[in-house]
């Protein structure tokens, strides 16, 4: 599989009709950087999606559903991947809140993803919050707020 584009846009996927038994991956690689192909070898930011708790099966739900709308989105667009979750209490108020953490090359580019891939699939994405933060940073930066339900206002982990 190839798939030509720019990072941040969805991409056409071509299959290359190589065997991967028999295809030796040094040439077929070296071939696609000398025509301008990158390889991405650091993801530099982490992007999260914090949504409010309901119940414990409803939030393993959406968590199931989220990470395979989001799998998707990042692929697409070669923005990165899907890292894990958690369900646990905010650090600033103690409710409990459900987090789905991905590692992306483009801080922005990840959260448009992500609020992309909330709205096209099954998830209110106004009960959302979605932040990113650098990797080796502590401080996270709120890109989309939260606008309905009783989350608290205050952005933790």
Known sequence: MIRPGTVGRA?????TGLDPATTDIGNVIGQL??????EVLEYQFWV???????????????????EEWLAATLDERGLGYVDGHDRGKHSGTGKIVVNVYLRAIDAELG???????????RADPQRATIAYRATLSEIWTVRYERTSGKFPREFGI
């Open 111 to 121: 959260c448009l993803a992500a609020m992309s891939a909330l709205r096209s699939g």
């Open 11 to 15: 991409g056409k996927h071509t299959e």
């Open 33 to 38: 950087l000398n025509d301008g192909y990158e």
């Open 48 to 66: 999260v999606i914090q949504f409010p708790s309901k119940t414990k099966a409803a939030d393993f739900r959406l968590i199931e559903h989220a």
